[in-house]
């Protein structure tokens, strides 16, 4: 496949990396001037692009930015773009870095960003750690590999986003539509908590809506309180004490 990665952030260079070396074409695009996002994305096997030609003559585009960029895209980026060329959101709404956005009370995040878009999209890779990314993922069929869940409104493009998952090392869940997506936000069982599919399953069955958003906020408050950013393990112990009442 060719595949277009809008940011080259911890999620987005790991998908770039491991997707290339899968045997995939990837062309990237980042903020960062031309002669730095060449030597970025030669250090992944990638291609450098502009954000116009990031998304052109592609199979696949994954958008993997902070929430709040966005709303800063060139408008009607991909208004030439055929539709069933497949379209990935990895992102997750922080208030306390991206701002109140009094939308999200009525819609999921993903839907949020859909309409900034205009476009139907899958969300997938938002609710996992970078580390887990990069380091734990197995190959298909091995004991207690860790599952992704997927929400979206195309069947067709689900099961493509759920190959590439194959591909990175991980199971894959379905979690419904993107307006269910919220089953997979901040705060929930099923975010960054390294569960295999059949407690992933019930993680996403078990989100409270309503509760979310406050368990998300008391996390970010702990990590931020610390003199240092955490280390892997105690995020993961975090997330996982207070979304799903685990150590």
Same mark, same amino acid.
């Given at each position: ?12 260079? @790991?998908? /770039? ?8 074409? @990837? ?7 031309? $002669?730095?996002?060449?030597? @970025?994305? /030669? ?16 199979? /696949? ?8 960029? *966005? ?10 773009? $055929? ?9 997750? *709404? ?17 839907? *949020? ?5 205009? +476009? ?16 734990? #993922?197995?190959?298909? #069929?091995?004991?207690? +590999? ?15 986003? /759920? ?19 919220? !089953?997979?936000?901040?705060?929930? $069982?099923?975010?960054?908590? &390294? ?17 979310? $958003?406050?368990? +998300?906020? !008391?996390?970010?408050?702990?990590? +931020? ?6 280390? *892997?393990? &105690? @995020?993961?112990? #975090?997330? !996982?004490?207070?979304?799903? #009442?685990?150590?």
């Amino acid at each position: 496949m060719k595949i277009g990665i809008v940011g080259t952030g911890s999620i987005g260079s @790991i998908l /770039a990396e491991k997707l290339s070396q899968a045997g995939h074409y @990837i062309k990237v695009t980042n903020t960062r001037a031309m $002669p730095e996002l060449e030597k @970025i994305a /030669a250090s992944l096997g990638a291609t450098a692009a502009t954000i116009q030609d990031v998304v052109k003559d592609v199979d /696949a585009i994954i958008f993997s930015m902070p929430f709040n960029a *966005y709303k800063d895209l060139p408008k009607d980026l991909l208004k030439e773009v $055929p539709q069933e060329v497949v379209v990935m959101d990895t992102s997750n *709404y922080y208030p306390f870095r991206d701002g109140e956005i009094a939308e999200l009370e009525q819609m999921s995040e993903s839907e *949020y960003i859909s309409g900034i878009l205009n +476009r139907p999209l899958v969300k997938v890779f938002n609710n996992i750690l970078e580390y887990t990314l990069k380091h734990k #993922g197995k190959a298909a #069929g091995a004991d207690d +590999r860790i599952a992704i869940s997927i929400a979206g409104d195309n069947q067709e493009h689900k099961k493509v986003v /759920a190959q590439l998952v194959d591909l990175t090392g991980f199971d894959t869940v379905d979690a419904g539509s993107l307006a269910e997506s919220w !089953r997979q936000q901040p705060g929930t $069982p099923a975010y960054c908590t &390294e569960l295999n599919e059949a407690e992933l399953i019930q993680a996403l069955a078990n989100a409270e809506k309503g509760t979310a $958003p406050a368990i +998300r906020d !008391r996390i970010m408050d702990r990590l +931020r309180s610390k003199g240092s950013w955490p280390a *892997y393990e &105690e @995020i993961l112990a #975090g997330n !996982r004490e207070l979304q799903i #009442g685990k150590k």
